[in-house]
């Protein structure tokens, strides 16, 4: 059976991708496009920064990652590409569009392995803390589809 997080929400104000300027939007004389489609289309490096936001961006990470009607590979690629380079996510976003399928592909993955270790990470907290948080997934959760990108179990 799966485990789900019980839904945490925080502040906005609290959030650290809105602090970075992540949901700002930036007239773009097309060289931030250029940019997010080079950083985007490098999976090694923007899965970096995937990992590092979601092992710095405490707040962001918990509000976004129990929230599981989010584009959760979506929403690190966005906040890998705005704490490296401050892309908004309009930027980020027009730039997938830009990508091939084996840069997508790719990139995909990196944010799986992103999402996994904010998993595993916040397990290990709640492990140590309020085991509330977590409940498993009823019958008709598990009826449901999720999309790949929610199928991750933490072990």
Not at 52 to 65: F, I, P
Not at 127 to 142: F, H, Q, R, T, Y
Request: glycine residues 6%.
């Amino acid at each position: 059976m799966r485990k789900y997080y019980k839904r945490v929400y925080t502040p906005y104000w609290e959030w650290e991708d809105w602090k970075a300027g992540m949901w700002e939007t930036k007239k773009d004389d097309g060289s931030l496009l250029l940019l997010a489609i080079e950083f985007t289309g490098n999976y090694v490096e923007y899965g970096k920064s995937m990992v590092e936001a979601v092992t710095s961006w405490d707040r962001t990470m918990l509000n976004a990652l129990t929230n599981y009607s989010l584009n959760q590979r979506a929403f690190v690629g966005h906040c890998g590409a705005c704490l490296r380079h401050g892309l908004p996510e309009v930027i980020t976003r027009k730039a997938w569009s830009h990508l091939t399928d084996k840069q997508r592909f790719y990139a995909n993955k990196e944010a799986d392995k992103a999402i996994l270790i904010w998993r595993r990470k916040y397990e290990s907290m709640l492990k140590n803390g309020k085991e509330d948080v977590i409940k498993m997934a009823s019958p008709i959760l598990n009826q449901m589809s999720f999309g790949e990108k929610f199928h991750h179990t933490v072990e």
